[in-house]
């Protein structure tokens, strides 16, 4: 019986995944910066209590929190271009897998963080802008130098975890067989009959970038003193 | 305060007209993207009937070697990519992309349209053939035997199989429908069939070998394959019990497809394309078992 683990299949495994990393990376770092933007649009209809668009939201939000990822996937790849062949026309049943994979997160995310942006801009007491208008400053200087600054600050931490959980939830494009890294991790396992250790080497490079976003928020929370200092 | 709303108000009129001129731009952006696209999808049409051309795509697995694996370059590889590339020489009319897929994915994708050939020696069941077109022409044979571990020396037969466990992998696979088939027919053997989700993982072939199961029912292909890769950890018992064909799977209308790539597959066959294929990848098979 051959061994289950070997360190020469373990460093073997190393470079032929972390070929795939930066698939992994281009993912993640898509997926977060258009749910951002997403994100925005949907806090500030949020904290704005835009009508109509609001309830929208509202709507949106309550879905995509009440979605399980790996169902959110599923529904984006298998669902999605039929419903936009009826809708718009266009075939897109064919478009890399990853495509599907970063729009499921795009809508999840975008949820996610626009609550974190809201609840982030909430935290900033009311007194504050009523203050700020009594001294004679616009809606726009208002909301610049006075409520976003703080609300940055406290965004940053969740905004963070949230980063970590979105990079390592990206490990379940597996279930529709795109090729990043714990793709590749499998298809390594399948040719060397040896799962154990690429699923390590993924583990390993999973929790190192991981740490690495937790230590990089950290140091942004840690540079980012305004409206903390006199806390 | 009161001015303090007034301005609130003003200034949710305003949001709410910039949202909506934002919405309407990108509704329009949209718009005129999709009718791009379309433009664009028309001229790949068109480029494809001028030039007479047809896009294919073709999907196998990523995690079967010998069958379909990929090998240290990223290179999709194995017997059903080297047949689909040959296939792919054969029909001029026809341009095959060939993709990887997971095996769970790959007949919904066929179904949906996703991918146009599916291939992963898929056998033919009468659920299958309800939903899909499969091809005439066979693209693998596996001679199926009773497998067990290296070290059992008690099992020589189906016979001896008194209380034992089974591993059948997954309940709709054709293995699992064999155990159940051969239970449902002999009850007085009392055969416990599980399904680990893959009878081939580390943990399948420790239960092998510690006889927490005790036999399998599997393929000369992957049982040789098993041997070659982790040693001899496995062997198989007496004569093959079933011999079973891999085909070609088709969405339901693409027989157009179907009849292309059966005659290529025909045309392979005969002028031996295909016997050197299928000797570069399983010529090891026989040696493994026969050593065992």
Known sequence: ?231 | MKKFFGKMKTIKKGVALYLAMVCGIAFLSGCGNTAKEKAATNDNTQNATTKGVTKVKFASGTINWPFCFMDENGELSGFEYDLAREVDKVLDQYEFEIVGSEWEDMLTSVKLGKIDIAAWTIKRSPEREENFLFSDEVETVQKFYLTVGANNNDIKSLEDLQDATVDGSSTEEYIYKFWEKYSKEHPEQNINIIASGNCFSDAGIEALQNGSTTALFMDDISVAGQIEKRGKVLKVVGEPLAEEYGYYVYNKDNTELKEAVDGALKELKENGVYDRLYDKWFSFVDESLETK
Request: charged share 15%; with cysteine; proline share 4%.
């Open chain 1, 1 to 231: 019986m051959s061994s289950y683990f070997t360190w020469e299949g373990f460093f073997a495994a190393i470079p032929l995944l972390l070929e795939y990393l930066p698939v992994t990376l281009r993912v993640t770092f898509i997926s977060l910066v258009v749910a951002t933007i997403i994100a925005v649009f949907v806090a500030l209809i949020r904290v704005r209590r835009v009508p109509v668009l609001n309830m929208v939201c509202k709507c949106y939000l309550h879905i995509m929190r009440g979605l399980p990822y790996v169902v959110i996937l599923l529904l984006v790849y298998y669902y999605l271009p039929f419903l936009v062949r009826k809708i718009f026309a266009v075939d897109i049943n064919r478009w890399d897998k990853l495509v599907f994979a970063v729009i499921a997160f795009i809508l999840h995310e975008g949820a996610y963080i626009g609550e974190i942006l809201r609840a982030a801009v909430e935290s900033v007491p009311k007194v504050q802008s009523e203050a700020a208008y009594s001294v004679g400053m616009s809606e726009m200087q208002t909301f610049f130098r006075i409520v976003l600054p703080q609300s940055v600050k406290v965004a940053i931490p969740a905004y963070g975890s949230n980063l970590v959980e979105l990079f390592q939830n990206t490990t379940i494009t597996f279930m529709i067989g795109a090729m990043d890294l714990i793709g590749r991790a499998n298809t390594v396992g399948g040719a060397t009959m040896h799962y154990i250790e690429p699923y390590l080497v993924v583990a390993v490079v999973y929790v190192i970038i991981s740490i690495l976003i937790e230590l990089l928020f950290k140091f942004l929370d840690s540079k980012y003193k305004f409206g903390a200092s006199t806390v």
